[in-house]
């Protein structure tokens, strides 16, 4: 199985600060990896796709990059909403495998 | 427009068989290409990947899991169900159906997801 880890666990971020958070993949995984966000209690929704592809109707400010076995996710300027976990999942080979999830809080 | 939404029992007792039905609407499964999956996420924890069923029905299923894990599909009815036995407290999580959204087979993102259902496993 290919593991995922992602940095940090938890941020603590303002309104307004560029927010970055890490996935890594135990084996490369080419660009086959979506982030998703979460917020409590709710289903996760899809951010991005291929590392890299924003999913319609996502904010601008979202933007993902990397390939292989490293990949970011970037919030360019955070606004309320996104204040909540953020998932990496890779779909390179089953079975499917998430991140443990970066929490974002207010500062 | 994509909707899916899980139903099924809310308290399943130890070594019970768990049976939940994901409905849907906006696709059919028997179009080529489309695959629905089940995720569970423990309360606090991460996001747990256990079966996914493609419209040829092709079934994937999570290694941890697959000698518990039963996914079909009835295209006529736009549902897919999952079964899971001998459950345990540790299998208490919310579990999610969710529609891939790639029609390549190997690209399994999903870009729409259910509600979720809560399953409690207790005496």
């Known amino acids: 199985d290919i593991q995922m880890t992602q940095s940090p666990s938890t941020l603590s971020a303002s309104l307004g600060d560029r927010v970055t958070i890490t996935c890594r993949a135990s084996?490369?995984?080419?660009?086959?990896l979506a982030w998703y966000q979460q917020r409590p209690g709710k289903a996760p929704k899809l951010l991005i796709y291929?590392?890299?592809s924003l999913e319609s109707g996502v904010p601008s400010r979202f933007s993902g990059s990397g390939s292989g076995t490293e990949f970011t996710l970037t919030i360019s300027s955070l606004q309320p909403d996104d204040f909540a976990t953020y998932h990496c999942?890779?779909?390179?080979?089953?079975?499917?495998?998430f991140g443990p999830g970066t929490k974002v809080d207010i500062k | 427009q994509i909707t899916l939404k899980e139903s099924g029992p809310t308290l399943v007792k130890p070594t019970q068989t768990l049976t939940l039905t994901c409905t849907f609407s906006?696709?059919?499964?028997?179009?080529?290409?489309?695959?629905v999956g089940w995720i569970r996420q423990p309360p606090g924890k991460a996001l747990e990947w256990l079966a996914l069923?493609?419209?040829?029905?092709?079934?994937r299923y999570s290694p941890s899991l697959n000698s518990r894990l039963t996914i079909t599909k009835d295209t006529s009815k736009n549902q897919v169900v999952l079964t899971m036995t001998n459950m345990d407290p540790v299998d208490t999580a919310t579990y999610y159906c969710?529609?891939?959204?790639?029609?390549?087979?190997?690209?399994?993102?999903?870009?729409?997801w259910g509600q979720g259902t809560l399953v409690s496993v207790s005496s």
């Open positions: 084996q490369s995984i080419s660009s086959s």
């Open positions: 069923i493609y419209w040829d029905d092709d079934q």
């Open positions: 906006g696709f059919s499964l028997s179009t080529s290409g489309v695959g």
């Open positions: 291929k590392a890299s």
């Open positions: 969710a529609h891939k959204r790639s029609p390549v087979r190997g690209l399994a993102d999903f870009d729409c």
């Open positions: 999942q890779q779909y390179y080979s089953y079975p499917l495998t």
